[in-house]
């Protein structure tokens, strides 16, 4: 099933219409501001593990997840005055940031180091689908693992929308995955260089 959605003005009643199949345990495409993400809510087991399946990816490696704001991290990381002083000047944008996770984290989005990668998008549809379910929602790009990212809602359920719930389709886009900035221990360390700059990390104390 497709929904078009208006990326600039979401429809409060189609965005209801994503709530109610991702509280049944539904596995959705949704547009983030660097790629396409697939996800489900992070309290709803079987639909990761469903995502684990449909990505053909290492159990071992666990999914990052998306936010409503940064009140919101807080309730699933520990996060000192120094990591919240960056998410703040950096979010929403294109990063993930990895920071140690609290005891609300599920287990399979959790490393053995007990770490966890945290979104805040700039995206209109992304932001209002987790402050209306109220959870955060796992994010993962939009294609098979270590095939390319797909960018186009009609490809993304051409090739994918019999193992996907839902397609929200907020147009096109094509660009680069999120940057992904490791915070533990107040270091700043680039995991990976993606859409986010990184230049004013060298002018962080």
Known sequence: MVVH??????????????????????????PTDTIYGIGCDIFQKKAVKKIYQLKQR?????????CADLSDVTKYAQVSNFAFKIMKRRLPGPY????????????????????VGIRIPDNNICSLIV???GHPLVTTSANISGENT??????????????LDMVVDGGIIFSEPSTVISLIDDEVEVLRQGHGEVSWISQVE
């Open 5 to 30: 959605i208006n990326p600039d003005n979401p429809q409060l009643r189609l965005i209801r219409k994503v709530i109610e199949c991702l509280e049944g345990g539904g596995v959705i495409a949704y």
């Open 58 to 66: 290492d159990p071992k490696k666990p999914f990052s997840f998306i």
């Open 96 to 115: 993930t940031f990895i920071l140690e996770a609290s005891r609300l984290v599920p287990d399979l989005l959790m490393t053995r180091q007990r770490t």
């Open 131 to 133: 402050s209306e379910l």
């Open 150 to 163: 797909l960018g186009d809602p009609a490809e993304i359920e051409e090739t994918m929308g019999r193992q």
